[in-house]
T-cell receptor, first 110, second 113 residues
Framework: GQQLNQSPQSMFIQEGEDVSMNCTSSSIFNTWLWYKQDPGEGPVLLIALYKAGELTSNGRLTAQFGITRKDSFLNISASIPSDVGIYFC??????????FGQGTRLTINP | SAVISQKPSRDICQRGTSLTIQCQVDSQVTMMFWYRQQPGQSLTLIATANQGSEATYESGFVIDKFPISRPNLTFSTLTVSNMSPEDSSIYLCSGLAGGTEAFFGQGTRLTVV
């Protein structure tokens, strides 16, 4: 099946630093989604992207849909402790099924 | 957005037994899905729960092991049958109310001993 390559797998940063993670695919997708999962919870949608080149912000989060439609990045500015968690990219694969990246585990040192 | 209530949130089960996980959505959704998430891993789609008909399973998942029901547009169940320790995982349901922005239940953490 289709695969999304997400990197980095983990990040250890200081509070206040900016974060950047990305996903790439060998296939073209029409939708890129970014989710965050806290321990013991299901993923929560952060940002949805629908157009190639689209740049969307949600507070301190900014995500872009790559112009080739094969990649996307998520940036978090001025990280705070509650940003800790696992971030997943996801794309829609026929019949609204989602395929997920491997996840980026974010750890923040106060 | 819609809210999914998933239960149980966690369970410890004996091998050879079965566990049924329930998801209730607070509004009608067009699509419902079931995922498995191994510890520290990403989400893998088990099946699409079809309202009033048999679920559509992904490669590697079969109805005898993971029977699914979806009697209406707001409710679905997943049963993990004849469990073994390899079934220990987090199971998640998700819904789509139209479009592509899926939302998820809280997950069920299953441990098989």
């Amino acid at each position: 099946g289709q695969q999304l390559n997400q990197s980095p797998q983990s990040m250890f940063i200081q509070e206040g630093e900016d974060v950047s993670m990305n996903c790439t695919s060998s296939s073209i997708f029409n939708t890129w989604l970014w989710y965050k999962q806290d321990p013991g919870e299901g993923p929560v949608l952060l940002i949805a992207l629908y157009k190639a080149g689209e740049l969307t912000s949600n507070g301190r989060l900014t995500a872009q849909f790559g112009i080739t439609r094969k990649d996307s990045f998520l940036n978090i500015s001025a990280s705070i402790p509650s940003d800790v968690g696992i971030y997943f990219c996801a794309c829609t694969q026929g019949a609204q099924k989602l395929v997920f990246g491997q996840g980026t585990r974010l750890t923040i040192n106060p | 957005s819609a809210v999914i209530s998933q239960k149980p949130s966690r369970d410890i089960c004996q091998r050879g037994t079965s566990l049924t996980i329930q998801c209730q959505v607070d509004s009608q959704v067009t699509m419902m899905f079931w995922y498995r998430q191994q510890p520290g891993q990403s989400l893998t789609l088990i099946a699409t729960a079809n309202q009033g008909s048999e679920a559509t399973y992904e490669s590697g998942f079969v109805i005898d092991k993971f029977p699914i029901s979806r009697p209406n547009l707001t409710f679905s169940t997943l049963t993990v049958s004849n469990m073994s320790p390899e079934d220990s995982s987090i199971y998640l349901c998700s819904g789509l109310a139209g479009g592509t922005e899926a939302f998820f239940g809280q997950g069920t953490r299953l441990t098989v001993v």
